[in-house]
């Protein structure tokens, strides 16, 4: 039975064949699907993004004047799965004063010596603003699990069992997440999930064309060779970790335009149903609107 205190936890109700509800159906590395069995035409694929995009820009718009909730997007995919491209497509269009993405790398000297959450903390949407997160705190549970030399330097004296870390780690993630979406921030996570072949093609890619050989990172490659460890580890988070209030998508990604379409809809549908409005004019200001144009005329 609901709480009273549920009321206030803002949950994004977007309902796609995409969100994983491990309450009615866990996944496992089965079901890490990354193509689409309707790709669609690539050049249609493009246009319903613009439109939909349009079609955001009025929601943006009502975000930034109530300046009552805020929006964070988390993107998490492995290397070359196509987030920079996808925000660029998705969002770039967008009035950059309601639009900021943060991109978060390897953790500094400093951050590692913050709890796991505080980088991350500092560069949260503001109300009546839109965050975009390219990496996020999900990388203390993916690519730390998978190499957990990484703990070293967050643990000076040493941890004994790693393997008791991560559910810990899940819990207050959960839990930071339930305080953000109770504070009036409305949560997506989008899993980017590339098969192995695309990624040896889109690296292929980076070293033949000189535009992109800048790019291409000889670390990445050797990532490759950890993929049933990724896929454990990302199965085990968002059974952990998607909720109704901060909710996780698994977009297939080998198909680019495809994904970007489906990230669009979903941001879209969860816009929509925020039912955010223009603030109402001051009733001091209202009442002398007509002899305010009147002096602005003459």
């Known amino acids: 039975m609901a709480s009273a205190a549920d009321d206030l936890i803002l949950k994004p109700g977007v309902k ?15 079901d890490l699907i990354t193509a689409f069995d309707d790709p669609g ?16 820009q009025p929601l943006l718009s009502r975000l930034q004047a109530s300046q009552s909730h805020s929006v964070l997007l988390i993107f998490q995919a492995l290397d070359a799965a196509g987030k920079d491209s996808l925000i660029r497509a998705v969002f770039s269009k967008q009035d950059p004063a309601v639009i900021k993405v943060a ?13 796991f959450l505080w980088r991350t903390n500092q560069q949260l949407p503001a109300r009546g603003e839109l965050c975009i997160f390219n990496r996020s705190y999900y990388e203390e549970v993916l690519v730390v699990r998978v190499h957990e030399t990484f703990l070293n330097s967050q643990y000076p004296d040493g941890i004994s069992n790693p393997d008791e870390l991560w559910p810990l780690r899940y819990q207050a993630i959960s839990e930071y997440e339930k305080h953000l979406a109770a504070s009036g921030t409305l949560i997506l996570k989008f899993w980017l999930n590339v098969s192995q072949d695309e990624q040896k093609k889109r690296f292929l890619s980076r070293l033949q064309r000189p535009k992109k050989s800048w790019k291409f990172n000889p670390n990445d490659v050797r990532e490759m060779a950890f993929r049933p460890a ?5 199965t085990d988070m968002v059974n952990a970790t998607s909720s109704d209030y901060a909710p996780w998508f698994m977009i297939p990604a080998d198909d680019k335009p495809r ?4 990230v669009a809809k979903i941001v879209l549908t969860a816009l929509e149903g925020m039912g955010l409005d223009y603030p109402q004019l001051d009733p001091s200001i209202s009442g002398e609107l007509d002899a305010w144009q009147t002096r602005l005329s003459d």
């Open 16 to 30: 796609s064949r995409f969100r994983i509800n491990p309450d009615s159906r866990p996944i496992n590395t089965g």
């Open 41 to 56: 035409d690539p050049e249609n694929n493009e246009k319903q993004i613009k439109r939909i995009g349009k079609q955001m």
């Open 103 to 115: 991109a978060f790398k390897s953790p500094s000297k400093i951050e590692s010596r913050h709890d």
């Open 230 to 234: 990724y896929d454990e580890a990302f």
């Open 259 to 262: 994904a970007r379409v489906e």
